[in-house]
């Protein structure tokens, strides 16, 4: 049976189109507080919100939280049960919470890898506080950053942040171990992924939120897709970040972008000028064959 695809919404056009969305009257819904958020590059706020807190467990007690013996690699099933226990409560609708959580997630590793400003919270800030602490960054100088006299307040945040995360430093064993186990699963055909990204966490929760866990089940992907269609437009985000983390392209991350790309063309709606050189072409094809 074919899956349907629903039409993108006004909202979801906006949001895409990069422009800005205004708070609409009377809708308290959690939505559309975090559409807002994320038009506005409001990052923290959709990350510090309550959704978000849910499926992270960031405020969970320490005892029901996890396992003393947690590891990096426990990362994955933990944070995959507790978005499906909050789906279960709060119903389909909060794969679109899900969705701009995810979107956040990987906004949040672009400026922080690319555009900048620097971003200050540290995905593992999401986590229990066990959790937080254990893998928290924890840099120690090797080598002093030396800056230029003159030197604008832009630049010396700019080779500030750089030398924290690339040049003279060294971080802690047990973040080093979470950043490596991350990376590792990022990494596809073969093909590692960047060994100095930093903060992969922030790529990883994006793609588990907007891949990996929608689909692990064709039914649970159907959900997903009739609740927010714009989902397939994030999902091919992601794995272009993560393609472009490779040493050489990787076929799979392509077939899978290229899907992505396929069903959200269904969501939009025609373009009349696409439509006018369709039958364009039809009627040249006619008259040829007369």
């Known amino acids: ?35 807002v958020a994320l038009s506005e590059g409001r990052y923290e706020d959709i990350l510090r919100s309550p959704a978000a807190k849910a499926i992270f467990g960031t405020d969970l007690e320490d005892g029901a939280a996890v396992d003393p013996s947690f590891t990096p690699s426990d990362l994955g099933p933990y944070v ?14 909060a794969w679109t919470e899900i969705t701009l959580i995810g979107a956040t997630c990987l906004s949040a590793f672009v400026q922080t890898n690319w555009t ?22 924890s840099f ?26 690339y040049l003279g430093v060294k ?19 073969g093909e590692d992924a960047y060994s100095m990204a930093p903060r992969p966490m922030y790529l990883y929760l994006a793609r588990l939120l907007l891949v990996d866990i929608p689909n692990a089940d064709a039914d649970r992907l159907a959900e997903r897709d009739m609740a927010t269609p714009m989902a397939h437009w994030w999902s091919a985000r992601v794995l272009l970040i993560q393609q472009s983390l490779l040493d050489y392209p990787s076929q799979t991350l392509m077939d899978q972008i290229i899907g992505h790309f396929a069903k959200v063309k269904q969501s939009l709606p025609p373009s ?19």
């Open 171 to 189: 971080q802690s064993e047990e973040r080093a171990q979470l950043d490596r186990v991350l990376l590792r699963q990022l990494s596809v055909d």
């Open 1 to 35: 049976m074919p899956q349907t695809i629903h039409s993108l919404s006004q909202t979801d056009r906006q949001l895409l189109l990069g422009q800005t969305i205004a708070p609409t009257a009377n809708d308290d819904s959690g939505s559309s507080s975090l559409f």
């Open 80 to 93: 995959t049960d507790l978005v499906l226990s909050y789906i279960q409560a709060q119903g389909a609708s």
């Open 272 to 290: 009349p000028a696409s439509d006018s050189a369709m039958q364009s072409a039809d009627n040249t094809r006619d008259s040829a064959q007369t």
């Open 116 to 137: 900048g400003p620097e971003f200050s919270l540290d995905p593992v800030g999401l986590l229990p506080r066990l959790l937080a602490e254990r893998w928290k960054e």
């Open 140 to 165: 120690t100088t090797t080598a002093p950053l030396v800056l230029e006299e003159g030197m604008d307040k832009h630049e010396v945040g700019r080779r500030a942040y750089a030398a924290h995360v």
